[in-house]
């Protein structure tokens, strides 16, 4: 049995016991970018190997392209094989975030051609609560033989000429991550403009976990996003955020809840707000 969306802390620890799984600590923090690693020093998974989001899950910014651009593929396959992932292997993503970070890692690996990717539902909180152990240090990653990226990506992205398009098409949805003030308009330190594009709705990407923080059930999440998209097919939805990581949650929400074939703008607000000729939008509408 592989996993391909979500995994619960039991089925991983029969996973290690197997020897069968790959797992990535991916904790980060957008405001101290050296404390995820940090924490992971100090307790992980056993087994786990830490991923970056800056330096394993991004491009190069340049100031015109969001903060955190996709790399090129072929880099990235790359990367991941230095990391240790392999054809056919089930990989394993957490984080202590709600999975936002851990979402970026499935759908990155997804958007490579390698569907056994999942993340584990409640994070390194469900894990311990479990009763499962941590262990502490630096695990080496152990590379694996070159990984080719399949031809058609299993999750597709769209660049910021088909959302300047959407503009007066209007066949996409899209659809913000962000917080419901953010959206509106609401000044953020990250942001250099506040506001949405013109034409999106917002679905804050926390909305996709329950109180104990894991991700709602399929059914719950169909009702919810439904509400949202209203007679738009899940194929014409294009998530966005600030800078293309918290958008890939709602993006992994939408396939738990059977809305499959949804897209990423990877650039995100971030991207957009760098050309000021680009329009923005206010308000909750």
């Given at each position: 049995?592989?996993h391909q969306?979500?995994?619960d802390?039991d089925?991983?620890a029969?996973l ?9 600590d991916c904790?980060?923090d957008l ?12 307790g992980?998974?056993p087994g786990?190997?830490y991923?970056?989001?800056e330096?394993?899950l ?14 090129d593929?072929a880099?990235f396959?790359a990367?991941m094989a230095a990391l240790?992932?392999?054809e056919?292997l089930q990989v394993v993503g957490?984080?202590?975030?709600g999975?936002?970070?851990a979402?970026?890692?499935?759908w990155m690996?997804?958007w ?9 539902d409640?994070?390194l909180a469900?894990w311990?609560?479990?009763?499962l152990p ?13 990984l ?7 999750m597709?992205?769209v ?12 066949a996409?949805l899209v659809?913000d ?5 953010r959206?509106?308009g ?8 506040s ?7 917002n679905r804050?990407?926390?909305r996709?976990?329950d ?6 059930s399929p059914?719950e999440?169909?009702r ?5 998209l209203?007679?738009t097919?899940?194929?014409q ?5 600030g800078s293309?990581v ?9 396939e738990?809840?059977g809305l ?12 957009w707000t ?12």
């Amino acid at each position: 049995m592989t996993h391909q969306s979500l995994i619960d802390a039991d089925a991983l620890a029969g996973l290690i016991e197997k020897e069968g799984v790959l797992i990535f600590d991916c904790r980060f923090d957008l405001t101290e970018v050296d404390a995820g690693k940090a924490a992971y020093l100090e307790g992980h998974i056993p087994g786990a190997v830490y991923v970056d989001l800056e330096r394993d899950l991004s491009g190069r910014s340049d100031g015109h392209n969001g903060r955190h651009p996709l790399p090129d593929r072929a880099a990235f396959a790359a990367r991941m094989a230095a990391l240790g992932v392999s054809e056919g292997l089930q990989v394993v993503g957490y984080d202590t975030s709600g999975g936002f970070y851990a979402s970026r890692l499935w759908w990155m690996l997804r958007w490579l051609g390698h569907r056994d990717v999942a993340i584990l539902d409640g994070g390194l909180a469900a894990w311990t609560e479990a009763g499962l152990p941590l262990m502490a240090g630096d695990v080496p990653a152990r590379p694996a033989e070159p990984l080719a990226p399949a031809p058609e990506p299993a999750m597709a992205a769209v660049d910021v000429a088909g959302i300047e398009a959407n503009l007066d098409e209007g066949a996409l949805l899209v659809l913000d991550a962000r917080t419901p003030e953010r959206f509106a308009g609401a000044p953020h330190p990250l942001d250099v403009a506040s506001g949405h594009i013109p034409g999106a709705a917002n679905r804050f990407y926390q909305r996709n976990l329950d109180a104990n923080g894991r991700f709602k059930s399929p059914d719950e999440l169909k009702r919810e996003f439904a509400a949202v998209l209203a007679d738009t097919a899940p194929d014409q939805v294009v998530h966005q955020c600030g800078s293309g990581v918290t958008a890939t949650h709602n993006l992994l929400a939408m396939e738990i809840a059977g809305l499959t074939g949804s897209k990423l703008y990877p650039g995100s607000w971030s991207e957009w707000t760098s050309d000021p000729a680009r329009p923005i939008a206010s308000g909750s509408d």
